[in-house]
T-cell receptor
Framework: DTAVSQTPKYLVTQMGNDKSIKCEQNLGHDTMYWYKQDSKKFLKIMFSYNNKELIINETVPNRFSPKSPDKAHLNLHINSLELGDSAVYFC??????????????FGSGTRLTVV | QQQVKQSPQSLIVQKGGISIINCAYE??????FPWYQQFPGKGPALLIA?????SEKKEGRFTISFNKSAKQFSLHIMDSQPGDSATYFC?????????FGTGTSLTVIP
């Protein structure tokens, strides 16, 4: 029944490892996003995909690579994890091409801790 | 550069009081202004939103006041309750994305 679901909810890993976070939405939305929320709760957009096409690619290290196999899924792969990557990562979706009225529907987040 | 400035960073209010959170923006192309509520361990959830052709929107105890000329908007929570304790984000739509404020942590004391 969950609208936007992310897995895993918690991820603890060592520096240098590669990890993936998965996101799925069952709302029929066309656009999906990845946001990073730091320890001060600041929400920063990382990527946006519309119907599997990348439309927003903010300045993030190229160690972060989004992959959208279809419009209901947007996964985030992170290579060579660093301590500074520790944060909560939120997936979100919205209807239309992004910025649609009604705003975003967020997942419940993935807390990534790099040790 | 922070597109939407939000204040205060934290707010403590007595139960039954009024909570007020303010946001300001510079980009006059912004055309839609939602507020999100985030509880610990959860993602932000849309609370209430306003378009710039309206000066006020009320939904239950939550009201958005919008001042287009000043490029400011605020969230008022009337009769604040302990269950309202959460982090609140304002946002503004520009093009194909939303720009978020830095968040306000609200604590309502019983």
């Amino acid at each position: 029944d969950t609208a936007v679901s992310q897995t895993p909810k918690y991820l603890v890993t060592q520096m240098g490892n590669d990890k993936s976070i998965k996101c799925e939405q069952n709302l029929g939305h066309d656009t999906m996003y990845w946001y990073k929320q730091d320890s001060k709760k600041f929400l920063k957009i990382m990527f946006s995909y519309n119907n599997k096409e990348l439309i927003i690619n903010e300045t993030v290290p190229n160690r972060f690579s989004p992959k959208s196999p279809d419009k209901a899924h947007l996964n985030l792969h992170i290579n060579s994890l660093e301590l500074g990557d520790s944060a909560v990562y939120f997936c979100a979706s919205s209807p239309g091409t992004g910025g649609a009225l009604g705003g975003y529907t967020f997942g419940s987040g993935t807390r990534l801790t790099v040790v | 550069q922070q597109q939407v400035k939000q204040s205060p960073q934290s707010l403590i209010v007595q139960k039954g009081g009024i909570s007020i959170i303010n946001c300001a923006y510079e980009n006059t192309a912004f055309d839609y202004f939602p507020w999100y509520q985030q509880f610990p361990g959860k993602g932000p959830a849309l609370l209430i939103a306003i378009r710039p052709d309206v000066s006020e929107k009320k939904e239950g105890r939550f009201t958005i006041s919008f001042n287009k000329s000043a490029k400011q908007f605020s969230l008022h929570i009337m009769d604040s309750q302990p269950g309202d304790s959460a982090t609140y984000f304002c946002a503004a739509r520009g093009g194909n994305q939303f720009y978020f404020g830095t968040g306000t942590s609200l604590t309502v004391i019983p």
